[in-house]
DNA sequence: ATGTTACCGTAACGCCTGTTACGAATGGAG
DNA sequence: CTCCATTCGTAACAGGCGTTACGGTAACAT
């Protein structure tokens, strides 16, 4: 038992160190030795969790998916109606805090480690297109009567603005914060009549 | 003559090689004997036109920035009204076809590349406050009974849209197609009341 | 024509990279 | 207690990287 739950306990730093370095110290930096010495361990343990670097990558995207999904599962289940559950998940979209920001960085180092590289651009496609359904989704929950054009059309509109505030906001923090982000997503929200 | 004629010409060449390369093989295969061989010239030349490898990155950035700004110049110039210059200045900024696919990509690996590194994201930021200030000033003239916020908040409003679009795009071009973009682009401006 | 200067290709250096192979240690099974 | 399997650290390898130094060559001035 104790071997197990030091293998994820083990897993967990891992997957902290090379969040963190991708984060931190961004794609260039993120090698297999950067990481171990973050993890406080070897190139062995590393390169024996993963098969190669490529795989960093992969699990940091992998990651960001998994922690986005469960925390937009969360607020939509929290929410009191569909308007309040696409405000929420839309919020946590963009680079709010420090948590937000490096989740914007890893988003970005991950895209640009990409392209080139068939298999994660793959990987990449599949989260965004994962995300659009969802806020599609969302978006016709609160609107109803809207076709499914408009739906789309307006959805991609909010995916779009939110990404790009991260991007904007994960590279100079200083120049966006939180509030002007929040105004932001309320003034797109009421201009598009889901306010 | 012929020799700076020359030299000048070298000097495009070199930059379409950095930019290529940025655009093509990714952040990370930009190296000085990969920008070499994309020029057809050897790793001497482009370490005497560059002090180092980060000024390739800056060097494409700034390109980016100069061939951006020409380009919204002209189309503010050529635009009938405020409203239309609005719109020509935010539809370049998307990813709708190979070009501006390219930039795009250069612009977040250059994004990428900046973690952890002040000079070049200081770079970064210069420029995209330009552009926002810019956006904020076709706003403006857009409509000038709005007042300083409100301007501040649509105009970060699109430009976000626009650059988060811009990176879907160029990640994932077939889900992403040039139509869709505009009607969403359009759908916008139609609800910030700018059409 | 000759000296001078700027330009750029060649080749090498040291460093850091991903990856592999091997040995030590650790924990469970008989 | 012994054996074995698994886990992980150590150390090394080959290759690619940024960068530097040097030599040759071509253009300009005198």
Redesign the interface.
Known sequence: MSRTADRSAQGEALSRAVWSVL???????LTVRAVAAAAGCTTGLVMHRFPNRRALLLHARQLLHRVTRERVETLEAAAATPRAALRAVLRQGMALDERTRQEA?VW??F???????DEL?AE??RN??AWRERVERLTAAAVPEWSAERV???A??L??????????AA??PG??PAA?QE??LD??LT???LM
């Open positions: 984060a931190e110290q961004g794609l260039e930096r960085v970005i180092g895209l640009a480690g990409a392209v080139a590289d651009i990449h496609r965004n297109r789309a059309t307006v991609l509109a995916i779009a603005m939110t990404e790009g505030m991260a991007a904007y590279a100079d120049a966006f002007d105004r932001m003034a797109a201009a598009y009549g």
